[in-house]
């Protein structure tokens, strides 16, 4: 009905896929008996001659959705705990006391990986809380340019873990417990887990340090998506962002953020499309979005794309770029589109303004990191394959941690 992929690997996976596996968009509403061969049957339509046909196949496979197991429930009831509305606590409507720490399925549909990493994270919770954690801290070393990696080492220095920045530091205070190591150059990366042996050149001099993890938090580089048509009124996400929390009274009365246009668009950008066309429709705004396919981020993505269409925010679709025409008119943009799902009817849609996220690229420093720390590139240029054995931040070595746009997937950019 709705295709949303949720990784970029996923996202080169299906564009492979999609070239030789029929996919149909649609919602069947049963399946039949075929009279004569008895085979399951399912009736679709068909999008280019807009009539119902119907197909007999070998096999059929549902793909079910994830529901709270009883357990859950009798366990809520036990500790006094209130699910939201799906049974699940990932949401401010579902009331957990402060003592009580959510993990797993228990907050929302998850795949075994992330499991058990919430499991670690909470054992480590409990262990702070009854005040058992209380052993010495290796040093970590953190590597990366940005705010990205100002954030990790700051997160890593407020656990109590001795942090080092190979990196600007341009966010954070001079008060700040992190050590900055300002215009060092790393030469030279060995070990293993626990005791990496680090070899970097500052102020002219060779030095040495070992670190029992590291993060590699490299910054992509940003650059404004350039369009087939007029750049009049054109918004960035984050301009747009600040108009919503600083004026706005000049929010465009109607508006189209437009994604995947200079390419497969990465999740955070779309969750900020859709928190941002949710506050602007809240303002008495028209707002649209017009995409290839619509990315969920995060246990609440669903939940944003669901409010989203009940609150009248309209959803467009299209197959490529060139089935989008975008023309200036007076009061700003007329697009003429190419809808994917009414491929026999040409939209004339205008707007006062259209917002485009930015386009993301792997900056030099990912390559340089790459060979520093044996790890591989992308596609795209970005550190390592984030395949669904080493999601979220793992790398494909030990205590080597890659969060947020190092792998482009992960934290909000705009």
């Not at 006391?97 to 959510?102: F, K, L, N, R």
């Not at 919430?118 to 590597?143: C, H, N, W, Y």
């Not at 990196?167 to 008060?175: C, D, I, M």
């Not at 859709?274 to 008495?284: D, P, S, V, W």
Request: aromatic share 6%; with cysteine.
């Amino acid at each position: 009905m709705d295709l949303q992929l949720i990784g970029k690997e996923i996202r080169t996976f299906f564009n492979g896929l999609s070239k030789t596996i029929s996919l149909v968009q649609g919602l069947p509403a049963e399946i039949l008996e075929h009279p004569e061969t008895h085979q399951p049957t399912i009736v679709t339509e068909d999008q280019t001659t807009q009539s119902r046909v119907s197909q007999s196949f070998d096999l059929i496979v549902l793909s079910v959705g994830l529901e709270p197991s009883d357990t859950l429930e009798k366990t809520a009831k036990i500790l006094n705990l209130t699910p939201n509305s799906w049974g699940f606590f990932n949401t401010d409507t579902a009331l957990v006391p402060q003592d009580v720490i959510i993990a797993g399925c228990a907050a929302g549909p998850k795949d075994i990986l992330s499991s058990q990493q919430e499991g670690r994270i909470a054992a480590q919770k409990v262990l702070e809380e009854l005040g058992m954690d209380t052993g010495a801290k290796s040093p970590v070393a953190v590597f990366g340019e940005g705010l990205e990696a100002d954030r990790a080492a700051q997160a890593l220095a407020s656990k109590g873990y001795p942090a080092y920045l190979f990196g600007k530091g341009a966010s954070l205070s001079e008060s700040s417990p992190v050590t900055l190591l300002k215009g060092s150059r790393l030469i030279s990366v060995n070990g293993a887990a626990g005791r990496f042996a680090l070899r970097y050149e500052s102020a002219g001099r060779t030095r040495q340090m070992e670190c029992s993890a590291i993060v590699a938090a490299a910054q992509p580089m940003e650059s404004p998506t350039a369009i087939k048509g007029p750049a009049h009124k054109v918004l960035s996400l984050g301009e747009f962002e600040q108009v919503l929390e600083n004026t706005p009274d000049t929010c465009p009365e109607n508006a189209a953020i437009l994604l995947d246009y200079s390419g497969p668009e990465h999740k955070a950008p779309a969750r900020l499309a859709l928190t941002l066309a949710l506050q602007a429709r809240a303002a008495g705004r028209t707002i649209s979005l017009i995409m290839n396919q619509m990315l969920v981020h995060g246990a609440l993505g669903q939940r944003l794309y669901d409010e989203a269409r009940r609150k009248g925010i309209d959803f467009f679709r299209y197959e490529t770029r060139n089935d989008l025409q975008i023309e200036e008119s007076g009061a700003g943009f007329r697009i003429k589109l190419k809808e994917a799902t009414l491929p026999a009817i040409l939209l004339d849609l205008s707007f006062n303004a259209l917002v485009l996220p930015k386009s993301l690229a792997p900056a030099k420093e990912f390559a340089d990191l790459a060979g520093l720390l044996r790890q591989p590139l992308d596609k795209e240029g970005f550190l390592q394959w984030a395949n669904t054995r080493h999601r979220p931040t793992q790398s494909l070595r030990k205590n080597i941690f890659l969060p947020g746009l190092a792998m482009t997937t992960q934290t909000r950019m705009t």
